[in-house]
């Protein structure tokens, strides 16, 4: 019990610093006077105190973390601030239960974008930016925004870091303090957020709806205001924007970092996902767009390549955003879309799935191992970037694609023995765990996941979560060997 304290108190601070976030939507619900004020003026107050109480109240067990205090603070840290979220949303919206709240708000802070509302249009202006805010806040990750305040407790924030930062190569730091590495990337996510807003204002949108959506677009999380998605502007001038910006996001922030700090772009081209990834995307937006012109679902090419770019990147982005109902195209490209989404973003990156740089890789490594079939005395090592890759990243890759193939197994199982049909039970369960938003079928686009029972939205919320925090941060606390002493 004695870990536990320690970890009590940063997430006390945490608790504490994430009720701040709620003065955003509760100063425009006062400004706009949209009905929902009484929502945010009990939340900031149940939040704030929650977690002054704990953090007082643990005051006296201030300590370094170490590894397993930070993975378990990270579980925490997103589990419980999605409870603290939904408080909003259960004071204004009382017909809606905690499991559909809960899914919503796990769904913004993890950057999915899957939700279970309908009548977008209708919220309050201020539900809706408090709902896209959760995506900004978990794009980059709470996580590191603490990590950037953990010295004002007097406790290092490495393990933090090491815990949620995406990607296989997670000891690599960008400065040599882990608090200016926070910072940095911070100070990066919120000008491109800010250029983002500006390039929405001056393509059409209005003020609120440009911040709405810059906040979504950059943390890759697909929430909108308006339940047709961007086919509510039917605007290729704001889809090319958003394509732009979803593109940017889908790029490791470091390499963003760099670039900002170094003032030249070719750290671009020394990153060895950034390339593939812009090609990878690319390239399969030509070929939707040449397969939906070929099979007539469009008369012309120009709005097959509209349609296909848009809801491709949207999708391989892992961002979520529709302008149409994709759903109704012939199943390879949705089926090709959603594959896309489990590795086409590279690692550091606001985007959901494998990573790119694990797809990577796995490649080389199965490219090494028939090499090493025909010269089985070579010593033939994995090279990525001009650099060679360690054995243990190599197997702790392998043992991450096995993992979340089995997870998608699993789950998928659980979801076609609860009921649901085999399209929607995969879809959905991929589009979860990928941080993706929409599915197909049942859960499409056009639709919302209120068409799943609790159970089934219990697992996709556990999906959610299990693919934000890469798998193995949230397992490793189920196992025995994590309580041992």
């Known amino acids: 019990m004695n870990r536990i304290f320690p970890i009590a108190h940063v997430l006390g601070m945490v608790v504490m610093l994430f009720s701040f976030a709620m003065l955003a939507p509760l100063g425009l619900s006062w400004w706009l006077q949209d009905g929902a004020t009484f929502a945010y003026d009990e939340a900031v107050a ?257 709005p097959a390549l509209r349609f296909a770019t848009f809801n491709v990147v949207s999708i391989a982005t892992s961002t979520g955003y529709a302008n149409t109902d994709y759903n109704l195209w012939p199943i390879f490209a949705p089926l090709w879309m959603l594959f896309l989404s489990s590795f086409a973003s590279s690692s550091g990156s606001t985007g959901g799935g494998i990573k790119m740089i694990r797809a990577q890789l796995l490649y080389k490594q199965v490219y090494r191992e028939m090499e090493k079939l025909l010269h089985p005395n070579g010593v033939i090592p994995t090279k990525l970037g001009g650099q060679v890759v360690p054995n243990k990243i190599l197997y702790s890759v392998l043992a991450f694609l096995f993992i979340y193939v089995a997870s998608i197994v699993a789950m998928t199982l659980l979801m076609v023995a609860s009921g649901l049909g085999a399209v929607t039970a995969f879809s959905a369960v991929v589009a979860s765990i990928n941080n993706t938003g929409p599915g197909l079928n049942e859960v499409g686009p056009a639709t919302t996941y209120a068409v799943l029972t609790d159970f089934q939205t219990w697992v996709c919320t556990f999906a959610m979560l299990l693919g934000r925090l890469e798998l193995f941060t949230l397992l490793i606390v189920f196992t025995p060997a994590f309580w041992r002493k």
């Not at 109240?57 to 930070?70: C, P, Q, Y």
């Open 46 to 302: 149940v939040t704030f105190l929650s977690g002054l109480s704990v953090w007082l109240g643990t005051r006296r067990h201030k300590s370094e973390l170490k590894i397993r205090d930070g993975i378990l603070l990270v579980v925490l840290i997103w589990s419980v601030l999605a409870a603290f979220a939904t408080i909003p949303l259960l004071v204004y919206l009382p017909d809606l239960s905690f499991t559909d709240a809960y899914f919503e708000t796990i769904s913004g802070l993890t950057t999915t974008g899957s939700t279970v509302l309908s009548g977008l249009d209708a919220l309050p202006p201020s539900i809706n930016l408090w709902r896209a805010e959760m995506v900004w806040l978990g794009g980059m990750g709470l996580i590191v925004f603490a990590v950037a305040v953990l010295p004002l407790l007097g406790i290092g924030g490495r393990q933090l870091y090491k815990a949620e930062t995406p990607g296989p190569m997670k000891d690599s730091q960008l400065t040599p303090r882990i608090t200016e590495t926070a910072k940095g990337l911070w100070i990066v996510y919120s000008g491109i957020t800010l250029a983002c807003f500006l390039a929405y204002r001056w393509a059409g949108m209005d003020w609120l709806d440009a911040l709405i959506h810059a906040f979504s677009t950059m943390g890759l999380g697909g929430f909108s205001s308006h339940d047709a998605s961007f086919g509510h502007f039917n605007s290729p001038l704001i889809e090319s924007v958003s394509i732009l910006f979803m593109l940017i996001a889908g790029i490791n922030f470091a390499t963003h970092f760099m670039a900002w700090r170094g003032k030249s772009f070719a750290v671009y081209r020394r990153d060895p996902e950034a390339g593939l990834f812009l090609a990878v995307t690319l390239s399969s937006c030509l070929g939707i767009a040449v397969f939906l012109w070929w099979h007539e679902v469009y008369a012309d090419f120009l």
